[in-house]
């Protein structure tokens, strides 16, 4: 292409190629482009710096504090002047910057951290510089965005290079306090605690700390502070505060809660007259709040405040081996008292007890917690009753008394842990362990006593069996004398019957006899009026024949015999009178006749 060209004309080419390359050098033109931020540094001038001072701010040479916008810029030329084009500084969502000053005035002894000025959030550098802004740490902050920093001036740390200072990218992260947590706030800047304060007082308008320099200018206290953090984010300088989350008082059903405050305004007692043995403050004081919290949850400051759970329930504290859920008689055991006969024993007792809401403030302020309570209180006024009152008694007595010595226990403890605004429900007795060898010698006499007893029982058992036997011998000889005098009864009774019976027999036979012979006379007497009668009809013999053929017809005499025989000779007769019977015998009724 440039064989076709004249020598003339390739010169005239040239010229205008190294006029185009190199015009914006030779012209002082610079372009930034807008992502860009253009540090501008003067290699001479007419002045120099002043010692000590880093960025010019009246051309001097070296980094000039004014930066170069996006754009065209002329009449920078490249021998008087470096031009870096350096990113614009991001700061992503959720997250914060630190800035470090290379310059600028220095921080006064009393603090740590720069002081903020106005600087456009540290993007105008000649603003910060004449506006007394002081070099190193700063107490002011980026939140998320982009910003044109000049870099020669200010070091901005962000979480992606927040390891190369040595810090944790966590750290640059905005502050999450959670629902149920609060955040205790402890500042590393401002003036120091007064003597005698433990924590730096209530600062208003900071914005919770997020205005580091309000909080320095309205006198804020460096360490921890009274102020806590509630729920939500925010945009903390790690510079200046560090915060800590702990979970919020829990004040659970039963409880109250009685505030011990170490910090807040002057101590003022408003216990009154009658209350003497403690002190009492309102809300916001040092001391013992009047007014406990009830249940719930409380943003408390646990670091400068100190919540005592006081149960507002029944408490059932046991001198004995068993402790309840609440651990507060864990220290306490079984009573050893003497008798007044020298005998030592153990008694196991159970104190109910009751702490009014109103009162729990009283108590805590007079013995500090409810485990003071049970400890320095309850413990020797329960013991040493019993110890006492023990020695007025023998065991026997006490053990035979015992429902009488715990009412008088019960009064006597009322009345004592009255005094200390407790109110005693109940007092009660459990086991008692008297000394082995007088119960043994009880045992045995408890026995001897019991078989004694049975004997008489088994004596009385065989008394009323005797008088058993004895009555029931007696019985049985009742019933066979019953029996015996009603068998003489019946015996008489059949006799007379007898006797009764023989002389109706007899009279019967007498009567019979009398009437027989009466008939008899009479028969007679008929007869012989008949035969006198027939005598005298027929005569005699004829009456007489007459009546022997009446007498052959009523006994059926036989006037013909059976068998006749008839023939001569001995022998043939008797044959003849065989024959005949055996003809007889089988012809019955028929007369046989047998001839020879």
């Known amino acids: 292409m440039f064989g076709m060209l004249s020598t003339s004309e390739i010169v005239w080419i040239a010229l205008a190629l190294a006029l185009l390359i190199l015009g914006p050098s030779l012209m002082g033109i610079v372009v930034i482009r807008e992502s860009q931020v253009g540090i501008v540094v003067k290699k001479f001038a007419s002045r120099n710096l002043a010692p000590g001072q880093l960025i010019a701010l009246d051309g001097e040479a070296g980094y000039q504090a004014d930066t170069l916008a996006p754009g065209i810029h002329f009449g920078l030329w490249s021998w008087q002047h470096r031009i870096y084009k350096v990113p614009m500084t991001l700061v992503a969502q959720g997250e914060i910057a630190l800035v470090v000053a290379a310059a600028g005035a220095s921080i ?56 190369t200072h040595g810090m944790s990218p966590d750290s640059l992260r905005i502050m999450q306090i959670e629902s149920d947590q609060v955040g205790i706030a402890t500042t590393l800047d401002g003036t120091p605690i ?9 600062i208003a308008v900071h914005d919770n700390f997020q205005n580091a320099q309000a909080f320095v200018d309205g006198g804020g206290r460096r360490g921890l502070q009274e102020q806590i953090l509630l ?30 405050s170490f910090v807040g305004k002057a ?10 043995h403690g002190d009492l403050v309102n809300v916001g004081h040092k001391g013992v709040w009047v007014s406990p919290l009830y249940p719930g949850k409380h943003p408390i400051n646990t670091r400068i405040m100190k919540v005592e759970l006081v149960p507002t329930t029944n408490i059932v504290l046991n001198w004995a081996t068993r402790t309840e859920s609440h651990n507060y008689d864990a220290k306490l055991s079984s009573i050893t008292v003497r008798s007044r006969d020298g005998f030592a024993f153990n008694l196991d007792v159970s104190q109910i007890i009751h702490v009014g809401a109103l009162d729990a403030p009283k108590v805590i302020s007079r013995v500090g917690s409810m485990q003071n309570l049970v400890d320095h209180v309850l413990q020797p006024i329960v013991g040493n009753y019993f110890r006492n009152s023990a020695q007025d008694y023998t065991v026997l007595d006490f053990l035979g008394a015992r429902s009488q010595r715990q009412v008088e226990a019960a009064e006597h403890i009322r009345v004592a842990i ?20 007088l119960m043994a010698t009880q045992t045995d006499r408890k026995i001897a006593e019991e078989q004694r007893k049975t004997y008489e029982v088994q004596e009385a058992a065989q008394i009323q069996r005797q008088q058993l036997v004895r009555q ?27 006797i009764k019976s023989a002389t109706g027999d007899s009279e019967a036979t007498r009567l019979k006899a009398l009437g027989e012979s009466e008939a008899i006379r009479s028969i007679g007497n008929a007869k012989a009026e008949a035969y006198r009668a027939g005598v005298e009809s027929l005569g005699a013999q004829g ?22 025989v008839t023939g001569q000779g001995a022998n043939g007769g008797l044959v003849d009178g065989l024959l005949g019977v055996m003809l007889k015998q089988q012809n019955p009724g028929t007369a046989t006749v047998a001839k020879n």
């Not at 044109?148 to 001036?153: C, E, K, P, S």
């Not at 009456?543 to 059976?562: A, F, H, K």
């Open 418 to 437: 009255g005094a200390y605004d407790v109110q005693a429900i109940d007092t009660l007795i459990g086991d008692i362990n008297p000394p082995m060898q």
């Open 108 to 163: 006064p002894s009393e603090r740590i951290l720069a002081k903020i000025v106005p600087c456009d959030n540290f993007q105008d550098a000649r603003q910060f510089l004449l506006n007394g802004g002081e070099k190193g740490r700063q107490l002011g902050i980026l939140t998320a965005g982009t910003y044109r920093i000049n870099t020669a001036l200010f070091t901005v740390i962000t979480s992606a290079d927040a390891a």
């Open 267 to 276: 101590h003022e007692d408003v216990s009154g007259l009658d209350f003497k």
């Open 194 to 202: 007064e003597a005698g304060e433990i924590a730096g007082p209530v």
């Open 231 to 260: 729920s939500g984010s925010w945009n903390l300088n790690p510079w200046f505060v560090q915060v800590e989350q702990v979970p919020m008082v829990h004040i659970p059903i039963g409880y109250v809660g009685v505030v011990i």
């Open 472 to 498: 029931t011998s007696l019985a049985d000889i009742q019933q066979q004398v019953v029996g015996a005098e009603q068998g003489v009864n019946i015996a008489e009774l059949q006799a007379n019957a007898h």
């Open 543 to 564: 009456y007489t024949l007459m009546q022997l053929m009446q007498i052959v017809g009523e006994r059926g005499v036989r006037i013909v015999p059976d068998v006749s």
